[in-house]
């Protein structure tokens, strides 16, 4: 059973009751009680408190194996603070999945909790089996069955990234949501160990640059061990979508190994990633089939997170 949750925003034509139909159809169960609005302030898809509360319903509720959020948009870091987490902390692990504005969710329940969740496809955006694509949506669905527990995504070095391995715990989303929980009780205050993975959407290069420096002057970046880019979407005006002087430039200010892959972000397909899983990037030399090196991420619910240090 998977229940579906307004977490942030209200999509304008809403996509939800096509998509619910998409589900009984492929025979899939679901739970979905839909929110009223909240008549002054139109961003999000409810009332602060009521999100939170049907959040914390979700968690606590038996027979569901995920938590899937509708969209992302606006309003997760609304309910931060409105969240029970002393309550929260005593209830079993539940898989949170979503991407966008849900990164929020994901660092809370990861950094108070210790939580995972899958960076990955929601069902009320127009990303979802988009002209067909159902790849990221089948592989969203196995790892929510259990019938797989991790992933695999092909990776391109940016810059003075040399060959080897890398081992690390997977940590991102939305890079300009995640920039705005720094300083916060949501985000934690050192990421060694750790692979970050950011993608975004509307932001100027010039902004990525000034987030950029945040992580770099709080020290977040200290003991990280990669940092992988995902699809950078309108960037701004007579800028091409991921822009190859943009990641030029990240690479340039990134302290350590940067990566670039197009397999996840605000597009389809959007391949899912294991939020606090243990992750591996790894480069085939075998030359023998290709001229150049092969670089690919694979990261592992199962895998023991005590090896990293």
Same mark, same amino acid.
């Given at each position: 059973m998977i229940r579906i949750l307004r977490t942030s925003s209200r999509e304008k034509e809403d996509l939800l009751p096509g998509r619910l139909d998409w589900f009984k159809a492929n025979g899939m169960e679901v739970r979905y009680d839909d929110l009223t609005p909240d008549p002054q302030w139109a961003y999000a898809a409810a009332p602060a408190s009521d999100r939170a509360k049907a959040l914390t319903n979700a968690l606590a509720e038996t027979g569901t194996k995920a938590i899937l959020c509708a969209r992302g948009g606006y309003g997760a870091s609304d309910i931060l603070h409105l969240l029970p987490w002393d309550r929260i902390k005593k209830l079993p692990e539940k898989m949170l999945v979503g991407f966008s504005d849900v990164s929020a969710l994901h660092a809370a329940f990861y950094t108070l909790c210790g939580w995972r969740g899958i960076h990955g496809p929601m069902p009320a955006t127009q990303l979802w089996n988009k002209d067909g694509e159902t790849r990221d949506i089948g592989s969203l669905l =196995?790892?929510?069955?259990?019938?797989?527990? +991790?992933?695999?995504?092909?990776? $391109?070095?940016? /810059?003075?990234? #040399? $060959?080897?391995?890398? %081992? /690390?715990?997977?940590?991102?989303?939305?890079y300009s949501v995640l920039t705005n929980l720094?300083? #916060?009780?949501?985000?934690?205050?050192?990421?060694? /160990?750790?692979?970050?993975?950011? =993608?975004?959407l509307d932001e100027h290069p010039a902004?990525?640059?000034?987030?950029?420096?945040?992580?770099?002057? %709080? +020290?977040?970046?200290?003991?990280?061990?990669?940092?992988?880019?995902g699809n950078l979407l309108k960037l701004g005006q007579n800028?091409?979508?991921? $822009?190859?002087?943009?990641? #030029? =430039?990240?690479?340039?200010?990134?302290?350590?190994?940067?990566? &670039?892959? =197009? $397999?996840?972000?605000?597009?389809?397909?959007?391949?899912?990633?294991?939020?606090?899983s243990l992750a591996d990037i790894t480069c085939n030399l075998d030359t023998?089939? %290709?001229? &150049?090196?092969?670089?690919?991420?694979?990261?592992?619910? &199962?895998?023991?997170?005590q090896s990293i240090s």
């Open positions: =196995e790892l929510i069955d259990g019938n797989k527990v +991790g992933g695999s995504m092909g990776l $391109a070095p940016v /810059g003075s990234a #040399t $060959a080897g391995n890398v %081992s /690390g715990v997977l940590f991102g989303g939305c720094i300083g #916060t009780p949501y985000l934690p205050r050192s990421l060694k /160990g750790h692979i970050l993975f950011f =993608e975004d902004r990525l640059m000034r987030h950029w420096n945040q992580w770099l002057q %709080s +020290g977040l970046l200290d003991g990280v061990k990669a940092v992988v880019i800028i091409p979508d991921n $822009a190859p002087f943009v990641v #030029t =430039e990240w690479a340039k200010r990134c302290p350590v190994p940067l990566f &670039k892959s =197009e $397999a996840f972000g605000h597009l389809s397909p959007n391949f899912p990633l294991g939020f606090g023998s089939k %290709s001229s &150049k090196p092969n670089w690919s991420l694979k990261w592992n619910f &199962k895998k023991d997170l």
